[in-house]
């Protein structure tokens, strides 16, 4: 199953289901190294023209779930970094587009407050009639913690952040904060002691990593449920275990 949405590439040639929103599993199967590396040339080229941000951020989410697919298997380990890298280039171009918004007035820009109001800013519940970077990527995804979209964007031409993502590609690791080490010039973390890797063999940086990529996965289209076609038996359970789930992952980062 695909997407029904056709988007035109920039030869004008149309591109069905460039990121199919249920990944075909057999293909990705049979060859997933062969199979997301076309996946990365066709988004490659398409981001480059992309224009609109809800299509980016939806290819952004549909390149998650193949992350998701390739892990949960234990597929190539090469073809998870292919789409990990088209989870890395869909937010640079979401920033690309937010801050191409900012200058032409179509975005909010920071500290800007218009009236008459049309929503709310999630973080300070102040009302704007404009959206902000906010209504296209969450705070932590935007700046969150120095390594964000932002530090992947601005001032960072594009071949600077080409180069950063194949050094990041070339270390096995395209996790957000690593392509900004690199974009910044940054060395390699020191890599942790061997006392330490046998008294604890854990990943902590995959292990989060896996988890937000899968919330971001999970959260896609939670606002386009109806409540009212919820089995009305088992939605007590399923938001009683939603909540002890939040409450869990809340409590954990806080010592972070």
């Not at 289901?17 to 249920?22: F, G, K, M, N």
């Not at 390699?188 to 008294?199: D, G, L, N």
């Not at 449920?225 to 992952?249: F, M, Y």
Request: charged content about 30%; proline content about 5%; overall charge negative.
């Amino acid at each position: 199953m695909g997407s029904e949405r056709i988007v035109n590439d920039p030869e004008g040639e149309s591109v069905t289901d460039l990121l199919p929103i249920a990944p075909d599993e057999l293909s990705v199967q049979a060859d997933p190294t062969g199979y997301m590396e076309v996946m990365l040339h066709r988004a490659k080229g398409w981001l480059q023209e992309a224009r609109n941000i809800d299509d980016v951020r939806d290819a952004k989410a549909i390149a998650v779930g193949y992350v998701a697919v390739i892990k949960e298997k234990e597929l190539a380990f090469d073809a998870q970094l292919a789409a990990t890298e088209i989870v890395r280039r869909c937010e640079r171009r979401v920033g690309e587009l937010v801050r191409q918004g900012q200058d032409r007035g179509e975005i909010r820009g920071k500290g800007q407050r218009i009236t008459p109001p049309l929503g709310a800013d999630p973080l300070t519940n102040q009302i704007y009639s404009k959206p902000g970077p906010y209504d296209f990527a969450h705070p932590s995804e935007w700046n969150g913690n120095e390594a964000g979209i932002v530090q992947m964007t601005d001032d960072v031409p594009r071949e600077q952040f080409d180069a950063a993502i194949e050094e990041a590609k070339a270390e096995g690791n395209l996790s957000r904060a690593n392509v900004v080490r690199k974009v910044k010039g940054e060395a390699k973390p020191a890599a942790r002691s061997e006392w330490h890797h046998k008294k604890r063999h854990l990943d902590a940086n995959r292990i989060v990593e896996r988890l937000a990529m899968e919330l971001d996965a999970a959260t896609v289209g939670l606002d386009l449920i109806d409540p009212s076609q919820l089995d009305a038996d088992r939605k007590p359970e399923w938001v009683e275990s939603i909540r002890q789930s939040i409450g869990t992952i809340q409590k954990e980062i806080r010592k972070w």
